[in-house]
């Protein structure tokens, strides 16, 4: 459920313990993206691929045919995925509405939470989530490092919105994974890895590649 006005979030990491193993800065960073379908056949089905809603939670009707930004995952070359590295840091939906107006629609258009109409609803969901569990080990434990967390992932994801797009297209039709790497490859110019089914949901990753810079 969204926060009142003024109410934080509650705590996604409720135990407060980092991934192991983690040192130093992110050696490259995630972008996991989401075929929006799919999540809302999960969540009707009884299950959330996203693992960030509450239960018996729907899409929207008028939920689009699209991919959209599940995350950024900082990654470490050992194989880790940075979690929880701080605690306290629960995002406020009146905090985020005073976030500049086009970071907020390019929320709403690219990292889109398909339960609720705006951002605002939404913050204690898929953006407190990804805030608290991939963010904070990223940015600083402020507001501003809050923004900093999702300007990052609507700056990668407008980089593949062409990939996107033609991905968008496919709706409907039976397309093998081969045919969506391939889509990616040809918008960045360079092989980006596998594609694979991860959590019920498709995810494109960065990894094996020239990797998204840290920094």
């Given amino acids: 459920v969204s926060a009142s006005p003024g109410a934080k979030c509650a705590g996604a990491c409720p135990s407060g313990s980092p991934s192991p193993a983690i040192t130093g800065p992110p050696n490259w ?4 993206q989401q075929w929006l379908p799919s999540n809302c056949l999960g969540l009707k089905a009884g299950y959330d691929t996203t693992e960030t809603h509450p239960p018996g939670s729907q899409c929207l009707p008028n939920t689009p045919n699209e991919m959209t930004v599940h995350g950024v995952w900082p990654s470490w070359n050992s194989g880790v995925f940075g979690a929880c590295c701080q605690t306290g840091t629960e995002l406020k939906n ?3 509405a005073k976030w500049p107006q086009s970071l907020q629609d390019s929320m709403a258009k690219l990292w889109i939470d398909p ?3 705006t951002v605002c609803d ?3 969901d ?5 805030w608290q569990k991939h963010g904070t080990c990223m940015f600083d434990n402020t507001d501003a490092g809050a923004r900093q967390y999702f300007e990052l992932g609507v700056d990668k994801a407008t980089q593949l919105q062409r990939a996107s797009a033609e991905i968008n297209s496919l709706a409907g039709q039976t397309v ?7 889509i990616v490859e040809e918008v960045t110019g360079r092989r980006r ?3 694979f089914g991860y959590r019920r949901y498709l995810a494109i990753l960065s990894e094996g590649t020239d990797p998204l810079p840290a920094a």
């Fill in 193 to 195: 890895g596998r594609v």
């Fill in 126 to 130: 898929t953006y407190n989530h990804e």
């Fill in 122 to 124: 939404g913050t204690c």
């Fill in 94 to 96: 009146d905090e985020i």
């Fill in 176 to 182: 093998p994974t081969a045919r969506i790497r391939d």
């Fill in 29 to 32: 960073y995630m972008l996991s």
């Fill in 115 to 117: 339960i609720y109409p």
